[in-house]
């Protein structure tokens, strides 16, 4: 079975200054997808980038950017030029790819609390 | 609608009760699902509807859970005699197609059960 795995629960970061989360998961598989999801205190989970496993470009978002390491397992985010309304839950989230059957679900970690200090 | 609508917002019950909690995809989305979130956890899933049928409901903890989507958009998340171990922020997503380019899941506000 697949698992994530959010090593650091919480982080903080001065306004404009650059922060990265970690990521790691486990998976047998050779093709999935990977996502960074942004939880603030509404609740409403907002995709904030996602990476193809089979894409070797790191994808970016804006000012958020990853760094996809698929020998190492690891999926890390990096926000730049912090501002305060990124302060959030991040949770970074695994899916299998379609070919994997009915298998659509998404399999997270457990978070890392951001904050972000002016 | 312009995005997934969840209601109620905010469910208290006693140990016991029935409850349903409702889900609104956006408008066109074919597949839906259902995840739950306790408190300091990220969301497990629950059950996928592709359509009207549930295409995996592997993660259901018991028989107690149950959802519908008869008409292949809203759909109702079911518990009966709730548990104070059912107390969590259940999420719902919904997404245009399940597979392909357009697979990303958009997330409702979530209901917040609490079982007293």
């Known amino acids: 079975a697949q698992t994530v795995t959010q090593s650091q629960p919480e982080m903080s970061v001065q306004e404009a200054e650059t922060v990265t989360l970690s990521c790691t998961y486990d998976?047998?598989?050779?093709?999935?997808?990977l996502f960074w999801y942004k939880q603030p205190p509404s609740r409403q989970m907002i995709l904030v980038i996602r990476q193809e496993a089979y894409k070797q470009q790191n994808a970016t978002e804006n000012r958020f950017s990853v760094n996809f390491q698929k020998a190492a397992k690891s999926f890390s985010l990096k926000i730049s030029d912090s501002q305060l309304g990124d302060a959030a839950m991040y949770f970074c989230?695994?899916?299998?790819?379609?070919?994997?059957?009915?298998?659509?679900?998404?399999?997270w970690g457990l978070g890392t609390s951001l904050a972000v200090n002016p | 609608g312009a995005g997934v609508s969840q209601t109620p917002s905010n469910k208290v019950t006693e140990k016991g009760k029935y409850v349903e909690l409702r889900c609104d995809p956006i408008?066109?989305?074919?597949?839906l699902y259902w995840y739950r979130q306790s408190l300091g956890q990220g969301p497990e899933f629950l059950i996928y509807?592709?359509?009207?049928?549930?295409?995996?409901d592997s993660g259901l903890p018991n028989d107690r859970f149950f959802a519908v989507r008869p008409e292949g958009s809203v759909s109702t998340l079911k518990i009966q005699r709730t548990e104070r171990g059912d107390s969590a922020v259940y999420l719902c997503?919904?997404?245009?197609?399940?597979?392909?380019?357009?697979?990303?899941?958009?997330f409702g506000p979530g209901t917040r059960l609490t079982v007293l």
């Open positions: 989230a695994y899916r299998s790819a379609e070919q994997a059957g009915n298998n659509r679900k998404l399999i």
């Open positions: 997503a919904s997404s245009l197609r399940a597979r392909g380019p357009y697979n990303e899941q958009f």
């Open positions: 408008s066109g989305h074919t597949a």
């Open positions: 998976t047998s598989e050779s093709d999935y997808y």
């Open positions: 509807f592709q359509g009207t049928g549930a295409a995996d």
